[in-house]
Nanobody, 121 residues
Framework: QVQLVESGGGLVQAGGSLRLSCAAS????????MGWYRQAPGKQRELVAT???????NYVDSVKGRFTISRDNAKNTVYLQMNSLQPEDTAVYYC???????????????WGQGTRVTVSS
């Protein structure tokens, strides 16, 4: 079994910062990509940022220059440093990973349970 466990959400004032973490555990052979998505109330889940195993990154336009995604491959952990937070960043943030559990198995997509980020104005 594979689990993604997120931490680091909370309440912050506009202009503040938070750092999210997501650790993957279980039987893991490799993790190709990891990322963060978010879902605001009444809206669809959207991609925030992704990072490949080699380190290449991708961001949604609304967070470029404010958020930074990084990963520690040795710890199977992905981070999201969020600076200059705005009320529109309020959402539940979900960790996502594309994982190959064994050398002979296919890759599958896994999700964390979500961590809430609330930004007050």
């Amino acid at each position: 079994q594979v689990q993604l466990v997120e931490s680091g959400g909370g309440l912050v004032q506009a202009g503040g910062s938070l750092r999210l973490s997501c650790a993957a555990s279980g039987s893991i052979f490799s993790i190709r990509a990891m990322g963060w998505y978010r879902q605001a109330p009444g809206k669809q889940r959207e991609l925030v940022a992704t990072i490949a195993s080699g380190g290449s990154t991708n961001y949604v336009d609304s967070v470029k220059g404010r958020f930074t995604i990084s990963r520690d491959n040795a710890k199977n952990t992905v981070y999201l440093q969020m600076n200059s937070l705005q009320p529109e960043d309020t959402a539940v943030y979900y960790c996502n990973a594309v994982i190959q559990r064994y050398s002979w198995s296919n890759e599958y997509e896994y999700w964390g349970q979500g961590t809430r980020v609330t930004v007050s104005s």
